[in-house]
């Protein structure tokens, strides 16, 4: 059973750092394009950045550039989202995505999802 389970959410002050991880269980991650996306409350389901088969292709939301790192480990078949400089607006839950076809960075494209792991950026 194809599986994604996030952890590494929490309370953080702004300016501050995170790394979410996402474990992948029942395929081999090295083989789908992975992505992070983020829902505030109240708003739509957004890209936060996304990576191709084999790490090719990346993107990153405008919002996120220079402040946010998309990485895989393919010996622990997890992927990482390191987050520096925290604000505010970057609360939200993270969650984490795969496919077999890398396409845009939205949501409809991506079929294997994690339940989510909830960022608050608060002093």
């Known amino acids: 059973q194809l599986q994604l389970v996030e952890s590494g959410g929490g309370l953080v002050q702004p300016g501050g750092s995170l790394r979410l991880s996402c474990a992948a269980s029942g395929f081999t991650l090295d083989y789908y394009a992975i992505a992070w996306f983020r829902q505030a409350p109240g708003k739509e389901r957004e890209g936060v950045s996304c990576?191709?088969?084999?790490?090719?292709?990346?993107y990153y939301a405008d919002s996120v550039k220079g402040r946010f790192t998309i990485s895989r480990d393919n010996a622990k078949n997890t992927v990482y989202l390191q987050m520096n400089s925290l604000k505010p607006e970057d609360t939200a839950v993270y969650y984490c995505?795969?496919?077999?076809?890398?396409?845009?960075?939205?949501?409809?494209?991506?079929?294997?999802w994690g339940q989510g792991t909830q960022v608050t950026v608060s002093s």
């Open positions: 995505a795969a496919d077999v076809v890398q396409a845009m960075c939205v949501p409809y494209e991506y079929d294997y």
């Open positions: 990576m191709g088969r084999s790490d090719s292709n990346t």
